[in-house]
Every structure is written in structure tokens, then in C-alpha cells.
């Protein structure tokens, strides 16, 4: 079993729609969690952190559910500069900053 | 004020050929990383140095040898390329005892022939 999984897609949606990505994580040891988004040819960015009370930033809402181990995000009123690929991001505890990736979610929105 | 910076952006060379690839940060962190991502865009980490100290090494060849003059530099040597090889290769920092965000440089294309 892959240490991140994810749905790569491409998910296809028109402006305006509310789009959902998931993850599941095999290491229960995790302790922190992260959506990043990379541009297609650029370096990935932090997109924001993951916390089990759920956070939300703008149109933009992160879960974790550690007894599932799983993780998602939501997002709302989507904009074409949403388009990207949203990679979901482990770090176990004690691994020095060891982040795991996942492949990514490959995100297109169209007009 | 680029806040990870790595040289050069593209690099195209021959099989067998050694070649190196420099990353610096100004954020003043002392943890920097090097990442591989392959042609199925799959980004995985290589190495990472604390404060010029090597703290992990995740099996990779010992064609690839990193080098920390500093704890704001970080720069991958690898000999005897492979067509293997190929990939962008991504320099990221952080702050240690800080949040656990990375920082990554803008990554350099490998492509060897």
C-alpha cells in the first residue's frame, strides 16, 4: 500500500463548481498533514496545513480524520487560476521534516 | 529576493557526463532538502542536511552526493549520469523548531541523452 494515496484525476469542472479531493495515509504515526499545489512546470507551494478540528481559508476547507486516515480538501466557487495538480502531503512523527507525497490530484477548470 | 534559489534552471548532458546542480536559501533555515520528481510527477525526498549535517539519506545512488559549505547552501553532485536520471530536481528549506512548511526552489530540469 502507497504510504499517500490519491485520486489523481484530472478532474474536469466549470467555473463555479465546488470541487472535493481525498486522501488516505497508511502511517498512523503521522502527525502533521498539508495540501500543497503545483503549477504545472513550477516548484509546489503550500496551500495551507490540515488540523482535526478542520480549517478553513476562503473558499479553500481542509479535513483530517485520523481514525480513517484520511484527509480531504474542498473547494468552493471555483476559479480558473484553481487549476492546478493538489498534492496531499504527510509528515511522521520524528522523521526530521520527511515529507511523503502523494502524486497529486490533477485539478482543470474550465470557463 | 528569491527566497530559494537553484542553478541551473535547465541541464541537458550526455550519459556518463558528471554534473552538479546548486541550491541556496535566504531565509536563514537551518534544514534544506533535495527532491526528485520523476516523469509520472511523483516527488520524493533524496536527502536532507541540518545545519551542513546529513540527517537523511533515502537510498539513493552513490552517484549522487550532496555538499553543505554552509547551512544556506545545499548543492547535489551526481557522477556518471543515467538516462534514469532524468527528472527536475527540487532544493527545498526549513525552519528548524519552526512550523513544518517547506520552501521550494523552482527546480532544475534534468534531461540526459
Known amino acids: 500500500r502507497k504510504e499517500v494515496e490519491q485520486d489523481p484525476g484530472p478532474f474536469n469542472v466549470p467555473e463555479g463548481a465546488t470541487v472535493a479531493f481525498n486522501c488516505t495515509y497508511s502511517?498512523?504515526?503521522?502527525?502533521?498533514f498539508f495540501w500543497y499545489r503545483q503549477d504545472c512546470r513550477k516548484e509546489p507551494k503550500l496551500l495551507m496545513s490540515?488540523?482535526?478540528s478542520g480549517n478553513e481559508d476562503g473558499r479553500f476547507t481542509a479535513q483530517l480524520n485520523r481514525a480513517s486516515q484520511y484527509i480531504s480538501l474542498l473547494i468552493r466557487d471555483s476559479k480558473l487560476s484553481d487549476s492546478a495538480t493538489y498534492l496531499c502531503?504527510?509528515?511522521?512523527?520524528?522523521?526530521?521534516?520527511?515529507?511523503?507525497f502523494g502524486k497529486g490530484t490533477k485539478l482543470s477548470v474550465k470557463p | 529576493d528569491t527566497a530559494v534559489s537553484q542553478t541551473p534552471k535547465y541541464l541537458v548532458t550526455q550519459m556518463g557526463n558528471d554534473k552538479s546542480i546548486k541550491c541556496e536559501q535566504n531565509?536563514?533555515?537551518?534544514?534544506m532538502y533535495w527532491y526528485k520528481q520523476d516523469s509520472k510527477k511523483f516527488l520524493k525526498i533524496m536527502f536532507s542536511?541540518?545545519?551542513?549535517?546529513?540527517?537523511i539519506n533515502e537510498t539513493v545512488p552513490n552517484r549522487f552526493s550532496p555538499k553543505s559549505p554552509d547551512k544556506a547552501h545545499l548543492n547535489l553532485h551526481i557522477n556518471s549520469l543515467e538516462l534514469g536520471d532524468s527528472a527536475v530536481y527540487f532544493c527545498?528549506?526549513?525552519?528548524?523548531?519552526?512550523?513544518?512548511?517547506?520552501?521550494f526552489g523552482p527546480g532544475t530540469r534534468l534531461t540526459v541523452l
Open positions: 527545498a528549506s526549513r525552519e528548524a523548531g519552526g512550523t513544518d512548511t517547506q520552501y
Open positions: 502511517n498512523s504515526a503521522s502527525q502533521s
Open positions: 490540515v488540523y482535526s
Open positions: 502531503v504527510v509528515l511522521a512523527r520524528g522523521s526530521q521534516g520527511n515529507l511523503i
Open positions: 531565509l536563514g533555515h537551518d534544514t
Open positions: 542536511y541540518n545545519n551542513k549535517e546529513l540527517i
